[in-house]
């Protein structure tokens, strides 16, 4: 290939000092910390959180499945790229990406803390350490900033502060505080979006209608399968309730939800809209569905056999492979033969598109 392919959706590991060392001093006593427990290894502990955060799976890129687990891991014993970024060029080379999209670990459970005031201060704390962090070398980790949305107002102001930092884009929490992001109420947040030209993405597990911490029906396995719900019911709205018709050239990422499903759930909105708006009190759209979906919505994936299969039934121009790493799901160290098998159903074009233009167009790469 002419081009290196780049990830859009990796991560970090967030060190024990990430928050406490870089978090409002009002704040410091009761800062995310980690904690050793006799039984569980390493685990990051939340004020106001119930259940803490085990290290286990949060960097076990390139083990065989039968060696993960999610408990008893010690940080030292982690991948040191993921929190210190003297390491991070070499494990890119040996997955063969030219540079990376950084997303939170820790900060993505952080989304569904009830203290809103709480988070923020979190999460400001986090983007400080995350631009220490990509500082390293800013062509090839490219850092997106997280955000609480207490309100609207807060969060505009947020994003303003994002933009003067330097963040490449912003990583949105799955449910606001204030009205619910299908409200006309956020058409001034999504329009200063559009003129700082940031994009805004929404992660799996960030929403409290996703995750595989609840009870699943059979065996635990079956909550895997809960995980991408989140984002399509954050896609599903914004397209339904006209925020894409009223905020045209808003762009919106649905992160590490695989991409496989766009096909049907695009023909299932369509066939909703078109037979049951009335009845359903759906909102006038003035295009289908479908078409909202295929030109605001841009969607990562890893290893999805079938989103690959089903490429030309999407928009290839929205489509942005990842590697996740260094989680549970990654496809570190063998991408480069995942997608020399993946992708050969694909154009030239399109796999260029789908490995490292797309995501290179939209967060303004020199890569």
């Not at 939340?46 to 960097?59: E, K, R, S, W, Y």
């Not at 700082?196 to 009870?215: K, M, R």
């Not at 496989?260 to 708006?277: C, E, I, L, N, Q």
């Not at 030309?312 to 590697?323: D, G, S, V, Y």
Request: proline letters at 6%.
């Amino acid at each position: 290939m002419s081009y290196v392919p780049i990830s859009a959706d990796s991560h970090i590991t967030e060190p024990p000092n990430c928050y406490i060392d870089y978090i409002d001093p009002k704040y410091r006593d009761v800062a995310p910390s980690m904690k050793f427990v006799e039984g569980l290894g390493d685990i990051y502990v939340v004020n106001g959180m119930d259940n803490p955060i085990p290290m286990g799976l949060v960097a076990a890129a390139g083990l065989d499945p039968s060696e993960l687990r999610v408990d008893g891991m010690r940080f030292d014993d982690l991948w040191k790229s993921g929190w210190d970024a003297k390491y991070r060029v070499a494990d890119q080379e040996k997955d063969g990406v030219a540079a990376e999209i950084i997303y939170p670990t820790v900060g993505m459970v952080m989304c569904n803390h009830p203290d809103f005031e709480y988070k923020r201060a979190c999460m400001k704390a986090y983007n400080r350490w995350l631009l220490d962090y990509c500082s390293e070398d800013r062509k090839r980790l490219i850092p997106l900033a997280q955000i609480a949305m207490g309100s609207i107002a807060e969060g505009m102001a947020d994003l303003k502060e994002i933009k003067e930092q330097g963040f490449a884009g912003v990583m949105m929490p799955g449910n606001p505080a204030e009205l619910d992001y299908d409200d006309p109420a956020y058409d001034p947040f999504w329009q200063l979006a559009i003129e700082l030209e940031l994009p805004l993405s929404f992660h799996i597990l960030t929403s409290s209608s996703d995750g595989i911490s609840g009870a699943p029906r059979g065996p635990r396995i079956n909550a895997f399968q809960s995980i991408i719900r989140g984002c399509q019911d954050i896609m599903g709205m914004l397209i339904f309730s006209g925020v894409f018709e009223r905020n045209p050239d808003l762009k919106i990422c649905c992160v590490e939800a695989d991409a496989g499903w766009v096909p049907h759930y695009m023909y299932r909105m369509d066939h909703a809209y078109k037979r049951h708006r009335f009845w359903m009190k759906g909102q006038e759209l003035a295009k289908l569905p479908s078409e909202y979906f295929k030109e605001n919505i841009y969607l990562t994936f890893q290893d999805d056999w079938v989103a690959f299969r089903m490429a030309e039934m999407m928009n290839t121009k929205r489509l942005m492979w990842a590697n996740d790493f260094p989680h549970s799901d990654s496809t570190w160290p063998w991408s480069k033969e995942i997608l020399a098998e993946h992708t050969s159903g694909l154009t030239e074009d399109q796999k260029k598109d789908i490995l490292h233009d797309n995501v290179a167009t939209l967060y303004k790469l020199a890569v």
